[in-house]
């Protein structure tokens, strides 16, 4: 069955960086985007942008470029996240989701806390 | 970039009520749209997409339709596990933005 398994809570001080996982399984890892998508607390759902599975292309959303990296690891079906100089507005759940046009697959979600 | 509204932002409704949810395009989309539960705690789960294609597995209260740039989430009769944030989504090109939600709870 297809799972996306995506790495556990995160406690960050300001200005460290992080990188959230998303590990994917029970389909061919290229076939399908990863997209990420964060949602601060008590917030809607915001669409940080997408990732290319056979190319390693990224894309990003206006309001995510400069600190948020998209990466792969095809050989172990991993999508990464890691966003460099934290802010306390980065405190929010990130999502990996399985893309094709609809976001049919999703991650259980990772909290990323900022504080000093 | 397209914009996507919804309304209402939030409802209360009573076990067996019929549950309309508009979201609405600024400019148009085709049926490039999906709608999205999420239970608090969740993560999002599909709904719908295509603007009216039920995913597997979601129960057949739940319906999706279109009228040029307006589409509507219809729960025929709203159930205590419906209890959620309700968020519709554009699927045809980037930005992949989502509307602001619809919470429903019972009333």
């Known amino acids: 069955q297809v799972q996306l398994v995506q790495s556990g809570s995160e406690s960050k001080k300001p200005g460290a960086s992080v990188k959230v996982s998303c590990k994917a399984s029970g389909y061919t890892f290229t076939t399908y985007a990863i997209n990420w998508v964060r949602q601060a607390p008590g917030q809607g759902l915001e669409w940080m942008g997408w990732?290319?599975?056979?190319?390693?292309?990224?894309t990003y959303a206006q309001g995510f470029t400069g600190r948020f990296v998209f990466s792969l690891d095809t050989s172990v079906s991993t999508a990464y996240l890691q966003i460099s100089g934290l802010e306390a507005d980065d405190t929010a759940v990130y999502y990996c989701a399985r893309a094709h046009l609809h976001y049919d697959f999703w991650g259980q979600g990772t909290l990323v806390t900022v504080s000093s | 970039d397209i914009q996507m509204t919804q309304s209402p932002s939030s409802l209360s409704a009573s076990v067996g009520d019929r549950v309309t949810i508009t979201c609405r395009a600024s400019?148009?989309?085709?049926?490039?749209l999906a709608w999205y539960q999420q239970k608090p705690g969740k993560a999002p789960k599909l709904l719908i997409f295509?603007?009216?294609t039920l995913q597997s597995g979601v129960p057949s209260r739940f319906s999706g339709s279109q009228s040029g740039t307006d589409f509507t989430l219809t729960i025929s009769s709203l159930q205590p596990e419906d209890v959620a944030t309700y968020y519709c989504?554009?699927?045809?090109?980037?930005?992949?933005?989502f509307g602001p939600g619809t919470k429903v709870d019972i009333k």
């Open positions: 989504q554009k699927c045809n090109s980037a930005p992949f933005t």
């Open positions: 990732i290319n599975t056979n190319t390693g292309n990224p």
């Open positions: 400019q148009g989309i085709s049926t490039y």
């Open positions: 295509a603007a009216s």
